[in-house]
């Protein structure tokens, strides 16, 4: 079953906007992680947000984290074509080892 | 450092025949794990394994589905017989330790069934 459920599904934006993808999930989390995905690749990992954090920077990427509405965001500014790609949240659950639940991915596509 | 090393990166098979998929990890990396991604969707997990025991399985359809991790390294996935809804990206992904941090995923295999 999947865990996470991300919107928008599908989001279009210019060159240079700034792009936000929400996530919420249903039970305690130990950590949540974000990744990108480019056509007929394999995932990227990008960023891990801790259940005692509540927002993390990594370059143009913001992150934030709210364990009482059990949702995550994620922020690119100032976005490039190359950001283009499918971004999904994933959760781990301390009590299962490593078990990572997927959304179904946000669909990002930036226009030059 | 080498990434995770996925093989075949395409295979097309018709429905009830039989099909194996290999991963390397990367060097050093304790577990792995192989997922199944169907168009639209993100990956589920299939199997876990941690060296070379399994530490989840529960969601591998078991009547037609088999995985191996010999030795700690590689691992083997295996359908059959297959049949059309198994039509899905299959990816392997390692991690260093056994805990809940990144994982690192491999360019997948694109399997379709026909």
């Known amino acids: 079953s999947q865990q996470g459920e991300e919107d928008p599904q599908a989001l279009s934006i210019q060159e240079g906007e700034n792009a936000t993808m929400n996530c919420s999930y249903k039970?305690?989390?130990?950590?949540l992680q974000w990744y990108r995905q480019n056509s007929g690749r394999g995932l990227v990992h990008l960023i891990l947000i801790r259940s005692n954090e509540r927002e993390k920077h990594s370059g143009r990427l913001r992150v934030t984290l709210d364990t009482s509405k059990k949702s995550s965001s994620l922020l690119i500014t100032a976005s490039r074509a190359a950001d283009t790609a499918s971004y999904f949240c994933a959760t781990a659950m301390g009590n299962q080892g490593g078990k990572l639940i997927f959304g179904q991915g946000t669909e990002l596509s930036v226009k030059p | 450092e080498a990434g995770v090393a996925q093989s075949p990166r395409y295979k097309i098979i018709e429905k009830r025949q039989s099909v194996a998929f290999w991963c390397n990890p990367i060097s050093g990396h304790a577990t792995l794990y192989w997922y199944q991604q169907i168009l639209g969707q993100g990956p589920k997990l299939l199997i876990q394994?941690?060296?070379?025991?399994?530490?989840?399985d529960s969601q591998l359809p078991k009547d037609r589905f088999s995985a191996e991790r010999l030795k700690g390294v590689d691992s083997t996935l295996k359908i059959q017989p297959a049949k059309l809804e198994d039509s899905a990206v299959y990816l392997c992904?390692?991690?260093f330790g056994t805990g809940v941090g990144e994982q690192y995923f491999g360019p997948g295999t694109r399997l379709t069934v026909t």
């Open positions: 039970t305690s989390i130990n950590n």
């Open positions: 992904a390692s991690s």
């Open positions: 394994f941690q060296n070379n025991g399994v530490v989840d």
